[in-house]
């Protein structure tokens, strides 16, 4: 079964601060993908790779940078985080079947 | 029905009955993928079914795909605790391979204590 951590998996942080969250997937899938998650919105799809040094904007993007520097590691980066980005993260990832596999989640409240 | 300007919907039924979620999505998709979230995780895949097929079956759970009307329903036989959740559907585009998925704001179901 894929295995996707992400960490850490509670981040306070105030506004205009720096916010790095990561995600690691162990079983060698192409495709990363970065959501957030709001009450009422459900997933909406924030940044997604299919390899090392590849980066596709999703639906939400704006805020928000990524960057994928291993098949393995995926990062999301706040530069300047706002409290519109309180949110709830997953990081997921997709092998050759249409299934994606989800992280456990980052709750990140910005003050 | 999940789409459009629906809140989460909610669901509360007595344990052992069975219970049918809807979803309606709004553009052509291959197929459509149903989620289960529970609390404090990461939603994880239940059934798949495509845009060629009309039913799915897995275990207690039935899904089923009209591509007319663009909806799918996903349906659970005998309701267990353990069954308590939000669940989600979501949507595929998959001509630019990528596979980006397009999820409901999903359906919140529980039992009646």
């Known amino acids: 079964e894929a295995a996707v951590t992400q960490s850490p998996r509670n981040k306070v942080t105030v506004t205009g601060g720096n916010v790095t969250l990561s995600c690691r997937q162990t079983?060698?899938?192409?495709?990363m993908y970065w959501y957030r998650q709001d009450t009422g919105h459900g997933l909406r799809l924030i940044h997604y790779?299919?390899?090392?040094?590849?980066?596709q904007i999703g639906d939400v993007p704006d805020g928000y940078k990524a960057t994928r520097t291993t098949q393995e590691d995926f990062f999301l980066l706040l530069e300047l985080a706002s409290p519109s980005q309180t949110s709830l993260y997953f990081c997921?990832?997709?092998?050759?079947?249409?299934?994606?596999?989800f992280g456990p989640g980052t709750r990140l409240t910005v003050l | 029905s999940q789409w459009g300007e629906e809140n989460l919907q909610a669901l509360s039924i007595q344990e052992g009955e069975d219970v049918t979620m809807n979803c309606s999505y709004k553009?052509?998709?291959?197929?459509v993928q149903w989620y289960r979230q529970k609390s404090g995780k990461g939603p994880a895949q239940l059934i798949l079914?495509?845009?060629?097929?009309r039913e799915k079956r897995s275990g207690r759970l039935r899904a089923t795909l009209d591509t007319s009307s663009q909806s799918s329903s996903l349906s659970i036989t005998g309701t267990l605790a353990t069954d308590t959740a939000v669940y989600f559907c979501?949507?595929?585009?998959?001509?630019?391979?990528?596979?980006?998925?397009?999820f409901g704001k999903g359906t919140k179901f529980s039992l009646i204590p």
């Open positions: 997921a990832s997709r092998g050759d079947s249409y299934e994606q596999y």
């Open positions: 079983n060698s899938h192409n495709y």
């Open positions: 790779s299919y390899g090392a040094g590849n980066l």
């Open positions: 553009t052509y998709t291959t197929v």
């Open positions: 079914i495509r845009s060629n097929e």
């Open positions: 979501a949507t595929a585009l998959t001509s630019t391979g990528s596979n980006r998925l397009t």
